[in-house]
């Protein structure tokens, strides 16, 4: 066998192994580059783990939002909420209703609550309140300054004076209260004040104020420090088990940790290298522990 054929092969080889390995090195894996920090629009809201966007394995499932007119969007209990602040040190987020978007008709039409198996916790002085449409047995002052009067035509099914609209935060479930003959119920989440806010002829604010004001949602999911501080981006498999994206693959728990996640590959052409050049070294009657001489 000619020697010198087999060392141009070897060397042809090596060239072809290691510009893949370069290649594989400078560019970064898709996941990685995917799940980077995005914004939206002219938002400066950061969107990032658990939060997605686009690709949801680089969030938790449940925190996919949509981008629309520079708004962040969080659709979930049956509504599109508006994210108007982010704060992921403390794992929390603030929240508008999106039904003061309608001009038209800016009242609650459907529930909007958070049930047991949401991702979700509601944040301090969250409660209910509570919308009761068309009611004909309503008495002036029954709730005091609790009480918020709901004036909106379309909240309104006939022309009859003597139906009335009004609003009030969700009574405790042992609180005895008057049945209300009322046409229908929709209960949202705002946040309260410990104490209602009274104008000065008595009546209480309108409940416009308390939607304008928005609420805290906060979330208690695996935290992703490890992961972020050694450069990488956390994000789910398709397993839904919690993963970090790094610049070359994907790895549990940090970037610096030796364990490849599924979906991360081993390093092939320098494996086939040493497959394909080590026998060659028999042939060429090179000691097998000098091959690598050759490099």
């Known amino acids: 066998m000619d020697i010198n054929f087999n060392v141009q092969l070897i060397l042809l080889h090596i060239i072809i192994l290691f510009t893949t390995v370069i290649e594989q090195v400078v560019s970064a894996d898709f996941r990685f580059e995917a799940c980077k920090p995005k914004t939206c629009g002219d938002s400066s809201i950061v969107i990032m783990y658990p939060f997605w966007i686009k690709d949801?394995?680089?969030?938790?499932?449940?925190?996919?939002?949509?981008?629309?007119?520079?708004?962040?969007?969080?659709?979930?209990?049956?509504?599109?909420y508006i994210i108007r602040q982010i704060d992921y040190?403390?794992?929390s987020f603030r929240v508008e209703n999106p039904v003061l978007q309608d001009k038209e008709c800016p009242v609650p039409l459907q529930n909007s609550t958070f049930s047991d198996q949401s991702p979700f916790k509601s944040g301090?002085?969250?409660?209910?309140?509570?919308?009761?449409?068309?009611?004909?047995?309503?008495?002036?002052?029954?709730?005091?300054?609790?009480?918020?009067?709901?004036?909106?035509s379309c909240a309104r099914s006939s022309s009859d004076d003597k139906l009335v609209s009004f609003a009030i935060p969700t009574p405790p479930k042992d609180f005895v209260m008057d049945p209300l003959i009322c046409e229908s119920l929709v209960r949202v989440p705002v946040e309260m004040d410990a104490e209602p806010s009274v104008e000065p002829d008595?009546?209480?604010?309108?409940?416009?104020?308390?939607?304008?004001?928005?609420?805290?949602?906060?979330w208690d999911k695996i935290s992703c420090v490890g992961c972020e501080?050694?450069?990488?981006?956390?994000?789910?498999?398709?397993?839904?088990?919690?993963?970090?994206?790094?610049?070359?693959?994907?790895?549990?728990d940090s970037c610096n940790v030796a364990s490849i996640a599924p979906g991360g590959v081993v390093d092939t052409p320098t494996v086939q290298g040493i497959v394909f050049i080590y026998p060659l070294s028999f042939n060429l009657n090179i000691e097998p522990g000098n091959f690598c001489l050759l490099f």
């Open 229 to 252: 501080e050694s450069g990488g981006f956390c994000g789910f498999d398709k397993s839904s088990v919690l993963v970090c994206f790094c610049k070359d693959q994907p790895h549990y």
């Open 202 to 218: 008595g009546q209480s604010m309108d409940y416009m104020l308390l939607l304008k004001k928005g609420f805290t949602l906060g």
């Open 56 to 80: 949801d394995y680089c969030g938790h499932p449940g925190f996919g939002v949509t981008c629309k007119n520079n708004d962040l969007i969080l659709h979930t209990s049956g509504y599109g």
């Open 124 to 152: 301090f002085n969250v409660q209910e309140l509570s919308f009761h449409y068309n009611c004909s047995n309503y008495q002036p002052g029954r709730f005091g300054p609790f009480t918020y009067p709901v004036t909106s």
């Open 89 to 91: 040190e403390n794992k």
